[in-house]
């Protein structure tokens, strides 16, 4: 199995792989708060600005690690409906965990991107994260880009199921994984030796340069 010493070492990887494949894009989107390490790391090795994708999960209430669905910046829902009929996840349940969510991405974007909008329209946008485990929240991310009028939307994680990767070809122009897993039990924790939550703090340093 592929172990990454940390975040910004897949970040690397990540980068030198997809330069490998000749890629081109206007702009790197981390999500935060964890692909925006790898992010980074990427956009430096293809020498492109980078900005944030604020998408976030919406976890099940009784387990919130566990995804039914994630919300983008328009409020915008996506749901696994397997997950809310196994969770019996009521309408209720589902507009509470969204509103929560879409209160979290405000604050976000107030505090990463300073309320400025995000510029995607005509540019090919490269969209990254730690890791995919369900495809929900990038799935959300993708198609909040498509409809901001992007040229094309790319995908690159150091590590996904392959499963997972094959739903998000439904959606992005391209999907780049270094590592794909076939394994029944998944997470995209087991891949990183230092998987360590990273705090607001480390965001906003690594968008010091500023944002787009």
């Known amino acids: 199995m592929v172990v990454f010493a940390n975040r910004e070492e897949a970040g690397k990887l990540l980068g030198e792989h997809l330069k490998t494949q ?3 894009v206007d702009l790197v989107l981390g999500i935060p708060r964890g692909g925006v390490v790898v992010a980074k790391e990427v956009s430096k090795v293809l ?3 980078m900005s944030l994708l604020i998408v976030r999960k919406l976890g099940v209430p009784s387990n919130p690690e ?4 994630a919300i983008d910046p328009e409020g915008r829902i996506y749901t696994d409906r397997w997950t809310i009929e196994y969770f019996r996840l009521s309408q209720e349940e589902i507009k509470r965990v969204a509103e929560e969510e879409l209160k979290k991405i ?3 974007e107030e505090k990463f991107l300073k309320g400025k ?3 995607v329209r005509d540019k090919s946008v490269l969209v990254v994260d730690d890791g995919i485990a369900t ?3 990038v799935i959300a ?3 909040y880009l498509k409809r901001k009028g992007t040229k094309r939307v790319l995908v690159a994680v150091p590590v996904c199921p392959l499963e997972s990767m094959r739903k998000l ?3 992005a122009d391209e999907v780049y994984c270094l590592h794909t897993s076939e394994s029944g039990s998944f997470a995209v924790g087991m891949f990183y030796r230092d998987f360590r939550q990273v705090e607001d703090s480390e965001v906003e340093e690594l968008l010091k340069d500023g944002v787009l």
């Open 47 to 49: 020498h492109v600005s």
């Open 117 to 119: 909008e995000l510029d």
């Open 22 to 24: 000749g890629l081109e």
């Open 141 to 143: 991310g993708v198609e």
């Open 66 to 69: 566990l995804a039914f669905g």
């Open 135 to 137: 495809g929900q929240t």
């Open 106 to 108: 405000r604050e976000r």
């Open 169 to 171: 070809k439904e959606h």
